[in-house]
């Protein structure tokens, strides 16, 4: 079962560069999440998308941009990358109300 | 504003003695509640979760929880931990019309030896 599957696992950029964190699930659930995790102050929400062709604003989507692309794919876009954006991002994925989120590998990203 | 509160940013215990974390909530109403584990590198794990009924909830790795309403608390615990436990431990909690989950900070957990 592979569950929630990002990639890279790993990345560098410079600053002013872009890239796109991918995030797949095979599970069938409606409801994706982006999350980044920082020291201190746990997991933080970055943009989700209840259901297909929907996308939301979580509490820091300042300098993202998401794309729901079918049921099963929801990807993060850096258009500028800043190094206020080094983290570890998280993706998730839920099945619907109530139900637990499950959560992704994790991207460790590193922008200098 | 609804938050999930931990506040416990590390905590040190022996191998073979017990646990507890805190969780609490600041919600309108009971939300569903959550406890994940991370291990380094890692990401999150559920461990158990609370919907209503039984405020007594069990989990995987011996783990359990308690639902407190009148403390808008839910606290993990286990009778005796080990060196594998240590992780960083995060609650998180649901409600309202997205039922959008929202974590605690986490809570380090070293085991000593």
């Known amino acids: 079962n592979a569950g929630v599957t990002q990639t890279p696992k790993f990345q560098v950029l410079k600053t002013g560069q872009s890239m796109t964190l991918q995030c797949a699930q095979d599970m069938n659930h409606n409801s994706m999440y982006w999350y980044r995790q920082d020291p201190g102050m746990g997991l933080r929400l970055i943009y989700y998308?209840?259901?297909?062709?929907?996308?939301d604003k979580g509490e820091v989507p300042n300098g993202y941009n998401v794309s729901r692309l079918n049921k099963r794919e929801f990807s993060l876009r850096l258009e500028s990358a800043a190094p206020s954006q080094t983290s570890v991002y998280f993706c998730?994925?839920?099945?619907?109300?109530?139900?637990?989120?499950?959560f992704g590998q994790g991207t460790r990203l590193t922008v200098v | 504003a609804q938050s999930v509160t931990q506040p416990d940013i590390h905590i040190t215990v022996s191998e073979g003695a017990s646990l507890e974390l805190r969780c609490n909530y600041s919600y309108g109403a009971t939300p569903y509640l959550f406890w994940y584990v991370q291990s380094p590198g890692q990401g999150l794990q559920l461990l158990l979760k609370?919907?209503?009924?039984?405020?007594l909830v069990q989990g995987i790795k011996g783990f359990e929880a308690e639902f407190k309403r009148s403390q808008s608390s839910f606290n993990l615990r286990k009778p005796s931990v080990h060196w594998s436990d240590a992780a960083e431990y995060f609650c998180?909690?649901?409600?309202?019309?997205?039922?959008?989950?929202?974590f605690g900070r986490g809570t380090s957990l070293i085991v000593h030896p």
């Open positions: 998180a909690a649901a409600s309202g019309g997205s039922y959008i989950p929202t």
């Open positions: 998730a994925s839920r099945e619907g109300q109530g139900s637990e989120a499950f």
């Open positions: 609370y919907f209503s009924g039984d405020t």
């Open positions: 998308s209840a259901s297909e062709g929907t996308t």
